[in-house]
């Protein structure tokens, strides 16, 4: 009894330890802040967690690439002259080296040139 105990609080452990190697990065959108009206020249901030190696962040538009950051800071300067006045949808990727990219939360914010 007491080895199928510990075999299976090993098995456990190491099941915890794949499932936590796992996981994808993460972070946020600095700046700028959510529901903020932009115009001009408007730098997007990115803070990126993850616990391995990151390969590049991508920015998104309304879903469309707007650049691809391959090294920290993670800041892109979005031209807003290029978009519609009216509500958009910020977010990003994180790739990482060895696990699942991960998604950072849209924000959106109005442009007001």
């Not at 994808?24 to 802040?33: A, D, Q, R, V």
């Not at 800041?75 to 978009?83: G, M, N, P, S, V």
Request: glycine residues 8%; aromatic residues 4%.
């Amino acid at each position: 009894m007491r080895t199928r105990l510990l075999l299976l609080t090993v098995v456990c452990v190491v099941l915890a330890a794949a499932v936590w190697a796992c996981d994808p990065p993460g972070g946020g959108i600095g700046s700028p802040p959510a529901g903020a009206t932009v115009s001009g020249t408007t730098s997007i901030l990115l803070t990126v967690t993850s616990e391995t190696e990151v390969k590049g962040v991508d920015i998104y538009l309304d879903g469309n690439l707007l650049d691809s950051l391959t090294a920290e800071p993670y800041e892109y300067k979005w031209d807003t002259a290029k978009a519609e006045n009216g509500e958009h949808e910020l977010s990003a990727k994180v790739r990482a080296a060895d696990r699942p990219d991960g998604a950072i939360e849209a924000i959106k914010v109005t442009v007001k040139n």
